[in-house]
């Protein structure tokens, strides 16, 4: 199976601060089909599903804030969360589909601080 | 807009079978693929596996064999059962829309989840 760490394990921002979360996974996730990074980032709130927020590592989802935006290639990805709401506050995962099965990472919480 | 919603008996008792509902609305369970997703206290997201109407399925080998997928056509339903469940397998249960074709993709579209709690 391939292994999504991310790191921290959580993170205390000030609101309209900058938000980073890395996800590294143990073997590249960039696929010679499409030249693309399978790897997608999800936002999970207490009492809700999760969200899709970014998809193919730097492709928001419909609807999602640009304040919310995905980088890296390879093994080594970032999450970027500019300008911190209050809404934001959450848990959020990496996730790949280049093998099955598909993995999760362990989750990063935001926190305001 | 799809919508998605699990149902369930919310208590199992260790060693019975566990059997989720996810009811499709807005949209037919013929297109696309279906995922089952769960959330642990100790794997946290954990994806159990996915199928299409055809039958084209897979599931997670962590789960040993235990798992059954099926989608039910005329109630517009996809179900999971998981057999000889133990406290390992307490946590909240989703359905979700894999956007994938041959081979899964990101999910687009998750129900609220159902909470499922293995206990004698």
């Known amino acids: 199976d391939i292994v999504m760490t991310q790191s921290p394990d959580s993170l205390a921002v000030s609101l309209g601060e900058r938000a980073t979360i890395n996800c590294k996974s143990s073997q590249s996730l960039l696929h010679r089909s499409n030249n693309r990074n399978w790897l997608a980032w999800y936002q999970l709130k207490p009492g809700q599903p999760p969200k899709l927020l970014i998809y193919w590592a730097s492709i928001r989802e419909s609807g999602v804030p640009d304040r919310f935006s995905g980088s890296g290639s390879g093994t080594d990805f970032t999450l970027t969360i500019s300008n911190l709401q209050a809404e934001d506050v959450a848990v959020y995962y990496c996730q790949q589909h280049f093998n099955t099965p598909v993995t999760f990472g362990g989750g990063t919480k935001v926190e305001i601080k | 807009q799809v919508h998605l919603q699990e149902s369930g008996p919310g208590l199992v008792k260790p060693s019975e079978t566990l059997s989720l509902i996810c009811s499709v609305s807005?949209?037919?369970?013929?297109?696309?693929?279906w995922a089952w997703v769960r959330q642990t206290a100790t794997k946290g997201l954990e994806w159990i596996g996915r199928?299409?109407?055809?039958?084209?399925?897979v599931h997670n080998p962590s789960l040993r064999g235990r798992v059954t997928l099926s989608v039910d056509r005329a109630r517009n339903e996809i179900s999971l059962t998981i057999d000889y469940v133990t406290a390992a397998d307490t946590g909240i249960y989703y359905c979700?829309?894999?956007?994938?074709?041959?081979?899964?993709?990101?999910?687009?579209?998750w129900g609220q989840g159902t909470r499922v709690v293995v206990s004698s």
């Open positions: 199928r299409h109407v055809t039958g084209n399925d």
């Open positions: 979700a829309r894999d956007t994938g074709l041959v081979l899964p993709r990101w999910l687009d579209v």
């Open positions: 807005g949209g037919s369970v013929d297109n696309g693929y």
